[in-house]
């Protein structure tokens, strides 16, 4: 199972990804494992010495409980504190954001992959645009 936030490729420069652990409850890792995972509008948030994935949807699990999960609720990233600050030090430069990439699972556990990503101008993404249409017309 993987996710991919194919907008994030259109939208943005991907300078660099890390890979981190996510905290999941009990019904939201049976969602994860399922693929009911949207990273659509997502993007990471460092506030305290800690990174949390804001606006990460995950479906509710059918077959839970009165435990089942928010589907939208701030989820807290896994990351050493070298690499939190790593990423707050990219993010506070004119332009970048953290946002995450995909989501997969590793040795049965969840994995964010999180991009510092530059903004795309409009010219930029006509011509990802026009580059991605020429790869099509050679294959």
């Given at each position: 199972m993987e996710v991919v936030n194919r907008k994030a490729k259109y939208d943005y420069f991907i300078e660099k990804e890390i890979e981190c652990g996510i905290v999941l409850t009990g019904t939201e890792i049976k969602s994860v494992r399922k693929g009911s995972v949207d990273l659509k509008d997502t993007y990471v948030r460092i506030k305290d010495g800690e990174?949390?994935?804001?606006?990460?949807?995950?479906?509710?699990?059918?077959?839970?409980?009165?435990?089942?999960?928010?589907?939208?609720?701030e989820r807290k990233l896994l990351l050493h504190k070298n690499e939190i600050l790593k990423l707050e030090s990219a993010r506070q430069k004119e332009g970048y954001t953290l946002i995450p990439i995909r989501c997969y699972l590793k040795k049965n556990l969840a994995k964010i992959s999180v991009g510092i990503c530059k903004g795309k101008k409009e010219y930029d993404k006509r011509e990802s645009i026009k580059e991605r249409d020429l790869k099509r017309l050679e294959d």
């Open positions: 990174a949390f994935v804001i606006n990460m949807y995950i479906a509710k699990y059918e077959e839970g409980n009165i435990f089942n999960h928010d589907e939208r609720r």
